[in-house]
Structure formats: structure tokens, C-alpha cells
């Protein structure tokens, strides 16, 4: 049934796209492209826009003013495929299959890249990470798929393949001078640079710590210490925070790059824009300290979000709460173009005047790889820990360890006092309703298939356990 709605989906617009070639440049929504910017590991409260003090970010800042910034904008799963698959297809991991990092994206499922090809757009990707690589299969749909990775020394000597946001920024920007701007162009930009290991290049490596540079911090002992006295109690954890603080801001500064270029080249202003980040980061505040996919914290699935309408004016901020998977339909909404009955995400407005939304259920699960908790399940990440948002209240189940954590993030934004511990009795009635809720949305997991990246798999296991992928807490 999934495959025969994509099918439909790409047969009804076939005639468009040579429509769209005879006619030459369409606008969609005002636009005649669409340009898409994903932060890899990236934390919203690292960016002056969302209220840091510390974190210098100038460039983000500004196109923040040009922009709507979304304020409450969560992850459906703390790892960089899963996630960006849900980002491309509208839809929750337990639906379109992918559980983590090595899986590959069935075809059946109808990503963002196919449906604007359809439509006459030049579709073309830089991604910086090997875990976006295109064996992985989010390469479908593009026409171009640009995946030059470098080879980095990660932790312990380990090789990692993913290239430097200045690198990504230098092809973009080739890319377009080179080939021209075509009639109508999808650009999808994929930025890596805050995953660890943490070594942001000079001056960035001792914005916040002038001895940062002198060695590289070692995250494994850095997260012992933290698993002893939670919070940022060692020297070492906090140089770690610091180096992920100047990973932060030379992300901004070559995101900036690749904004004035888009706008020197007529781009930017004829575009909507999306910046977007696929998960955050534990920074010793809970366990999986310094790196994500363990837990459904807000530290892990809280993400960033601007939208640039065409020609800027924006310059507001929404507290609609949102989920990464409506930013498929809504874009698909802002041009004009129907969204996918399949798509699970909802499309929401950009303008303040019709802001009023219900207090709407957002769902996000664990996905980090762990063998011993996944082994014969139908979906893998099934027993790992998952959580529903709705309104101030979060319930956070996590079915291998049979615990439950219910936070009321008004009051207590960084998720420090369960109030299941010595539950009132308005905190059990909350629970339950929200258990409910959950039990309702794990019920609905129907996954498409998903399979390990067949052939290479040993090639695939030692090129994501250089990138830190591998292996439970």
C-alpha cells in the first residue's frame, strides 16, 4: 500500500516535470527554490537567537532576523539517518524503517528529493558524514549526491570519514559556479562539524578555553567523571563543553560562507530557506554524557529551527510546538505542491496571525545501536527509550531498564526532578494519560522493510564505529 501511494504520487506529476522543462523557471509559493541546511549534533541553546549568552554565533543570529524561528521544535530520534530519514520522508522511524545509523531507506518510502524532481527541480546534496552516505539510501530523488568525505582522525587513532564544515561549504559554492543556477534547485546541505571528537580548528579551538587546543580531550574519561557527579563537576568535562562551544561557532561562521554566497548568486532571496539540526547533544547532564542517541532528554532531541521565507521579512518566532517531520508537508505547502497521504507530519503557518494550535502529541525514541536490546524484535528500537510530548508534561518510558520519568518542562526545563519518584496525584493521572498515548503510537509502528547495508557490512561497521556509532552506554 505504501509503495503503490509513492508510485502515485511520482505518476501524477510526471507530466509537470516536462511541462516545467519547456516552460522554464516555475515558482512554487513565491519561489523557484528551495534550500535546506542541516546542523549535525547541534544544541538550539548554543546560538545567541535562542537566548545563549556565551556561545557567540553572529552569522545565525542575523539570518535570524531575516527568518521565522521555530522555539519548540523536537527530534523524532536522536541519531543522524534515522532522523535525517524522517526529515526527508515526514515520517517516524517506526514507519519509514530505518532504526539507526547502517540501515538502508527502503525505496517504497517517497522522499522530499523525489517529490520536488517530479516537479521540475534541479535536486542536489552535500552531506559531510559517512553515516549519510549514499549506500544508506537517502540519495533518492537527488540528481546529485555529493558524499567527498576526508579522512579525520577520531578518539584513539580511529579513521572517520566526514569532511570539515569549510570543505562543504568550498564544494556548494564550486558546485554552483560551475554548473550555473539551474531553473529551480532543491539544495540540501548537510554540516557535521559539532560531532565529537570536539576539535574545532584555529581560532575556534580556544574561543572559550585558551588551553584548549593544547590536547585533545579525551571524551571517554571525560563522560566517566560525569557518570560519578552529573552536571559539569571535572576541568576535563568542562574543556570538552568548551570545544563543543568553538565547534558551534565555526559552524556558524561557515554557515554564514555558504548564506552569502547563496545570496551573491540570487539564490537566497528566491528561496525558501530551512535551517534545521537532526538531534542535540548530552553534555554531562544526562546519561549518554557527551554524545546523543541514548536517551530522549531534551538535550538530545531538542532541535534548531529558522525558515527564511522568499525574500526575507521575517524577523518573528513561533512557540507552535512542532516536530522535525513537518517540515517535509510544510514546505511541500508553502509551494503549492500536495503532501503524501503517507506522511505522518503536519504542515504549520507562517505567519503570527494564525499561530493558535492545539497542545498536539510529539513522539521521539532512542535509536543509538545496541544488540543486546534489540535482538528479535520486529522493530528494534522497540525496548529502547521513547517519549510523548504534549502541552508542558513529558513522559519518558524506557521499556529495557522497565522505568518511567514524567517532567513538567515549564518548571523544570532541564529534566532534573522526576515527578514519578513521589507522584501526586495529579502527576499519576497525567502519566497514565500520556502511557496511554504512547502505548497508542508504539502500537502503530509499521515499519517498511529495513535491512543492515547488505554486502559491505564489515566496511560499514568499521567506518561508523570510527564515527563513535557503534556499541550501548
Given at each position: 500500500?505504501?509503495?503503490?501511494?509513492?508510485?502515485?504520487?511520482?505518476?501524477?506529476?510526471?507530466?509537470?516535470?516536462?511541462?516545467?522543462?519547456?516552460?522554464?523557471?516555475?515558482?512554487?509559493?513565491?519561489?523557484?527554490?528551495?534550500?535546506?541546511?542541516?546542523?549535525?549534533?547541534?544544541?538550539?541553546?548554543?546560538?545567541?537567537?535562542?537566548?545563549?549568552?556565551?556561545?557567540?554565533?553572529?552569522?545565525?543570529?542575523?539570518?535570524?532576523?531575516?527568518?521565522?524561528?521555530?522555539?519548540?521544535?523536537?527530534?523524532?530520534?536522536?541519531?543522524?539517518?534515522?532522523?535525517?530519514?524522517?526529515?526527508?520522508?515526514?515520517?517516524?522511524?517506526?514507519?519509514?524503517?530505518?532504526?539507526?545509523n547502517g540501515f538502508v531507506l527502503d525505496p517504497a518510502n517517497l522522499t522530499l528529493a523525489e517529490i520536488l524532481h517530479s516537479h521540475g527541480f534541479?535536486t542536489v546534496a552535500f552531506v559531510a558524514s559517512f553515516a549519510l552516505a549514499r549506500r544508506f539510501g537517502l540519495d533518492q530523488g537527488f540528481d546529485?549526491?555529493?558524499?567527498?568525505?576526508?579522512?579525520?582522525?577520531?578518539?584513539?587513532?580511529?579513521?572517520?570519514?566526514?569532511?570539515?564544515?569549510?570543505?562543504?561549504?568550498?564544494?556548494?559554492?564550486?558546485?554552483?559556479?560551475?554548473?550555473?543556477?539551474?531553473?529551480?534547485?532543491?539544495?540540501?546541505?548537510?554540516?557535521?562539524?559539532?560531532?565529537?571528537?570536539?576539535?574545532?580548528?584555529?581560532?575556534?579551538?580556544?574561543?572559550?578555553?585558551?588551553?584548549?587546543?593544547?590536547?585533545?580531550?579525551?571524551?571517554?574519561?571525560?563522560?566517566?567523571?560525569?557518570?560519578?557527579?552529573?552536571?559539569?563537576?571535572?576541568?576535563?568535562?568542562?574543556?570538552?563543553?568548551?570545544?563543543?562551544?568553538?565547534?558551534?561557532?565555526?559552524?556558524?561562521?561557515?554557515?554564514?560562507?555558504?548564506?552569502?554566497?547563496?545570496?551573491?548568486?540570487?539564490?537566497?532571496?528566491?528561496?525558501?530557506?530551512?535551517?534545521?539540526?537532526?538531534?542535540?547533544?548530552?553534555?554531562?547532564?544526562?546519561?549518554?554524557?557527551?554524545?546523543?542517541?541514548?536517551?530522549?532528554?531534551?538535550?538530545?532531541?531538542?532541535?534548531?529551527?529558522?525558515?527564511?521565507?522568499?525574500?526575507?521579512?521575517?524577523?518573528?518566532?513561533?512557540?507552535?510546538?512542532?516536530?522535525?517531520?513537518?517540515?517535509?508537508?510544510?514546505?511541500?505547502?508553502?509551494?503549492?505542491?500536495?503532501?503524501?497521504?503517507?506522511?505522518?507530519?503536519?504542515?504549520?503557518?507562517?505567519?503570527?496571525?494564525?499561530?493558535?494550535?492545539?497542545?498536539?502529541?510529539?513522539?521521539?525514541?532512542?535509536?543509538?545501536?545496541?544488540?543486546?536490546?534489540?535482538?528479535?524484535?520486529?522493530?528494534?528500537?522497540?525496548?529502547?527509550?521513547?517519549?510523548?510530548?504534549?502541552?508542558?508534561?513529558?513522559?519518558?518510558?524506557?521499556?529495557?531498564?522497565?522505568?518511567?520519568?514524567?517532567?513538567?518542562?515549564?518548571?523544570?526545563?532541564?529534566?532534573?526532578?522526576?515527578?514519578?519518584?513521589?507522584?501526586?496525584?495529579?502527576?499519576?493521572?497525567?502519566?497514565?494519560?500520556?502511557?496511554?498515548?504512547?502505548?497508542?503510537?508504539?502500537?502503530?509502528?509499521?515499519?517498511?522493510?529495513?535491512?543492515?547495508?547488505?554486502?559491505?557490512?564489515?566496511?560499514?561497521?568499521?567506518?561508523?564505529?570510527?564515527?563513535?556509532?557503534?556499541?550501548?552506554?
Open positions: 500500500m505504501q509503495g503503490a501511494l509513492r508510485t502515485a504520487a511520482i505518476l501524477g506529476a510526471a507530466g509537470l516535470l516536462a511541462a516545467a522543462c519547456a516552460e522554464g523557471p516555475r515558482r512554487f509559493g513565491g519561489a523557484r527554490h528551495v534550500v535546506m541546511i542541516s546542523l549535525d549534533t547541534t544544541r538550539p541553546d548554543h546560538f545567541g537567537f535562542y537566548g545563549s549568552q556565551r556561545v557567540r554565533t553572529p552569522r545565525l543570529d542575523r539570518l535570524a532576523e531575516e527568518s521565522v524561528v521555530l522555539d519548540d521544535l523536537l527530534t523524532v530520534a536522536p541519531t543522524t539517518l534515522a532522523s535525517h530519514a524522517s526529515l526527508m520522508t515526514g515520517r517516524h522511524p517506526h514507519s519509514h524503517g530505518v532504526p539507526r534541479r546529485v549526491y555529493d558524499q567527498r568525505f576526508e579522512q579525520r582522525s577520531g578518539e584513539g587513532g580511529a579513521d572517520q570519514d566526514q569532511r570539515r564544515a569549510e570543505a562543504v561549504t568550498d564544494a556548494v559554492l564550486g558546485f554552483l559556479d560551475r554548473e550555473g543556477v539551474p531553473r529551480n534547485l532543491f539544495l540540501f546541505v548537510h554540516y557535521f562539524d559539532p560531532h565529537a571528537p570536539y576539535a574545532p580548528p584555529p581560532p575556534f579551538d580556544r574561543m572559550y578555553d585558551p588551553a584548549g587546543a593544547d590536547q585533545p580531550v579525551n571524551l571517554r574519561a571525560a563522560a566517566a567523571m560525569c557518570r560519578e557527579r552529573p552536571g559539569l563537576p571535572s576541568a576535563l568535562a568542562r574543556r570538552a563543553a568548551n570545544l563543543y562551544a568553538g565547534e558551534i561557532s565555526y559552524l556558524d561562521a561557515q554557515v554564514g560562507r555558504l548564506i552569502d554566497g547563496l545570496r551573491s548568486r540570487g539564490v537566497l532571496d528566491d528561496a525558501y530557506l530551512v535551517v534545521t539540526s537532526d538531534h542535540g547533544e548530552n553534555l554531562c547532564e544526562h546519561p549518554g554524557y557527551f554524545d546523543h542517541g541514548l536517551t530522549v532528554y531534551q538535550t538530545s532531541i531538542r532541535a534548531v529551527g529558522l525558515v527564511r521565507p522568499p525574500g526575507g521579512g521575517g524577523g518573528t518566532r513561533t512557540s507552535r510546538p512542532l516536530s522535525t517531520i513537518d517540515i517535509m508537508p510544510a514546505l511541500l505547502t508553502w509551494l503549492g505542491l500536495p503532501v503524501p497521504e503517507a506522511v505522518e507530519g503536519e504542515p504549520f503557518p507562517l505567519r503570527a496571525a494564525e499561530e493558535a494550535a492545539p497542545a498536539r502529541l510529539r513522539y521521539a525514541e532512542a535509536s543509538k545501536p545496541w544488540e543486546e536490546v534489540e535482538g528479535g524484535l520486529r522493530w528494534r528500537n522497540a525496548r529502547k527509550s521513547r517519549c510523548v510530548v504534549q502541552g508542558r508534561y513529558k513522559l519518558i518510558v524506557t521499556p529495557y531498564l522497565g522505568t518511567e520519568e514524567l517532567y513538567d518542562l515549564d518548571a523544570d526545563p532541564s529534566e532534573q526532578h522526576n515527578l514519578l519518584e513521589e507522584p501526586t496525584p495529579a502527576a499519576r493521572e497525567i502519566a497514565e494519560s500520556l502511557r496511554a498515548r504512547l502505548a497508542e503510537w508504539d502500537a502503530s509502528a509499521d515499519p517498511l522493510p529495513s535491512r543492515f547495508e547488505p554486502g559491505r557490512r564489515e566496511d560499514t561497521l568499521r567506518r561508523l564505529r570510527g564515527l563513535g556509532y557503534l556499541g550501548g552506554p
